[in-house]
């Protein structure tokens, strides 16, 4: 199916919604399957959803109840994460493998149902085990209730903008090559908008997404960053645009020409198209940026920006005129990043408050960064200095278990899964963002953190430059959190809380860590269950840069994890 016409259907559900009352069970069936797909002049088989790529959108209202029944026809073990629902008391419905459910296996099916509660704006959904997500994803629309309106100008229309990577190969064959030479993947071949790359890549240009809008409307883009192991700049030539919301929390607005957005990252804008009709098209493009010292996708994916043109001679022909080209920000450009990422403030006003921890009952320092492990014997492998490549939070790279952490924790059978004392600070302390230590070795493990029902927690995330310093996009699953401050070096504890921004900071789920810098978070573990913390880079996911959270029930009946579903999958 061509994306113009699931942009259609997408308008027609959209617009089927926008008058469907509040409340309401919205059921919907994702088919995983696989089918040819033509990219670059390349064809390969495509794993997806109802044959889609990016996949249906799911569409409902705040406070509606969403059943998505998932049905496996593929060869590979499936699950789905709805990326940044909170999931309150639905933890089973979260979604990555071996942490809250085994995977959904061939010709088996699970059904997601959960509420969105106290939630609206834009999120994401995808396939939540090995580099699945790499085609497994799609769009998440929540609506205000019908009685509420929007804190900023109603749009003329809303448009989903999806980024996402193309590989030539299959994405599972690039990652088990690394995991198994214990080298660095290779990158993708392609980025895409709304699963198309564009005019500046070779054997491409009918593969252009198109977003046609009218002179003097108001349109609303719901950027979602989907692609594998890329942040992202992104810009529209000769327009600027407005940042309303971020990671479906509305912010206070502001301009600009040039935005980043971090895989699992999301962010509503307000385009504001020319009064008149323009003698030319616009290019919406996109590309890295990369802070690493491994390779990267340096490539460049762009979409065009047309306006519907009244079918008059005295307007000429746009085929004949060239495209203007947006001046995107350098791909290293971190000084960009930094000013960009403090204009984002929560709106922290009597409707939409900002509800931050003003006191913290438990506090971590986590170091996250990349490491080494030792080379089986007998083998070569690729890494730095003849190791394999690793990434770790404390020095610790967490190994997924072969049954659901979740489950273990519900039914009080954790020992031999796993175990609760995930180091609170570095095991081995040094210059974090200096010279990197001589011992580069990580430890493996299946350790948590296990919070008391309704414990405040900050946690400050601590790049480190041991094989080079790199941003890390981490995301919390089962909460919101408050970036509560951020900064270069190495964290002071005396120095730097008083600097927090305990008012208005932003409210997200997922967050570049600064290269060579530090981030510090806020949030209420108010939610029992067992919740994963990662990278999403996925590599470095893979790597082993991930842990979880164990919140253990609360005194009330609503404050306790329910029974699983009778057709959760078993391992």
């Not at 064809?43 to 109840?65: F, I, W, Y």
């Not at 789905?80 to 309150?88: E, N």
């Not at 006191?359 to 003849?386: H, I, S």
């Not at 504890?493 to 060579?516: C, I, Q």
Request: charged share 15%; hydrophobic share 35%; net charge positive.
């Amino acid at each position: 199916m061509g994306f113009q016409n699931q942009l259609f259907i997408f308008c027609t559900l959209l617009l089927g919604f926008l008058k469907l009352a509040d409340g309401k069970t919205r059921h919907y069936t994702f088919n995983i399957d696989s089918h040819n797909m033509t990219r670059l002049c390349h064809t390969r088989s495509v794993l997806s959803v109802n044959k889609q790529v990016p996949g249906p959108p799911l569409v409902a209202r705040e406070g509606d109840r969403v059943l998505i029944k998932v049905k496996n026809h593929v060869a590979n073990n499936v699950t789905i994460h709805w990326h940044g629902v909170r999931q309150l008391g639905t933890g089973w419905a979260d979604g990555p493998a071996y942490v809250t459910q085994c995977p959904i296996q061939t010709n088996q099916s699970f059904t997601y149902n959960f509420t969105l509660t106290g939630q609206r704006g834009t999120l994401l959904w995808h396939a939540h085990i090995s580099w699945l997500r790499s085609s497994i994803y799609g769009p998440i629309i929540i609506l205000p209730r019908r009685n509420e309106s929007y804190p900023f100008e109603k749009p003329y229309k809303e448009v989903p903008i999806m980024f996402g990577e193309w590989f030539n190969a299959d994405p599972e064959a690039v990652i088990a090559e690394a995991l198994q030479t214990g080298g660095g993947p290779n990158v993708s071949d392609a980025y895409t908008i709304n699963g198309l790359p564009g005019p500046l890549y070779n054997c491409s240009s009918k593969d252009t997404f198109k977003l046609k809008v009218k002179p003097g409307k108001t349109y609303l883009l719901r950027l979602i960053n989907a692609a594998l192991n890329d942040e992202l700049f992104f810009s529209i030539a000769n327009h600027t645009v407005t940042v309303v919301e971020a990671d479906a929390v509305y912010v206070k607005p502001f301009s600009t020409d040039s935005l980043l957005i971090t895989p699992g990252q999301t962010m509503n804008v307000l385009l504001k198209t020319k009064p008149d009709f323009p003698n030319s098209t616009f290019l919406m493009e996109a590309w890295p940026y990369f802070t690493g010292l491994g390779t990267f996708d340096n490539s460049t994916v762009a979409g065009i920006l047309e306006y519907q043109r009244p079918t008059s001679s005295n307007y000429p022909s746009l085929k004949k005129l060239p495209p203007y080209k947006p001046t995107l920000p350098l791909m290293n450009s971190t000084a960009f990043v930094t000013n960009f990422t403090r204009q984002l403030r929560s709106l922290a006003n009597a409707k939409f408050p900002a509800n931050v921890p003003q006191k913290v009952d438990r506090k971590f320092y986590f170091t996250v960064g990349l490491g080494t492990m030792p080379c089986p014997k007998n083998t070569t492998c690729q890494g730095p200095n003849g190791t394999k490549f690793a990434a770790s939070i404390n020095n610790m790279s967490f190994v997924l278990p072969s049954i659901a952490l979740l489950q273990a924790h519900f039914s009080g059978q954790s020992n031999g899964v796993y175990t609760t004392d995930f180091p609170a600070n570095p095991p081995v302390q040094f210059n974090y963002t200096g010279t990197p230590p001589n011992n580069t070795m990580v430890t493996n493990a299946t350790k948590t953190v296990q919070l008391a029902y309704n414990t405040s927690v900050e946690v400050v995330l601590q790049d480190t430059t041991i094989l080079g310093a790199e941003s890390h996009s981490l995301h919390l699953h089962g909460f919101n959190f408050f970036i509560v401050g951020q900064g270069f070096g190495n964290y002071d504890s005396n120095k730097d809380p008083a600097k927090f921004n305990l008012v208005d900071p932003v409210e997200r789920n997922t967050f570049g860590v600064p290269a060579g810098g530090w981030a510090a978070i806020r949030f209420l573990a108010d939610n029992p269950g067992v919740w994963f913390m990662h990278c999403h880079l996925d590599v470095h996911t893979s790597w082993g840069l991930r842990m979880a959270w164990v919140v253990l029930d609360g005194p009330q009946p609503n404050q306790k994890l329910p029974p699983p579903p009778s057709d959760l999958p078993k391992c």
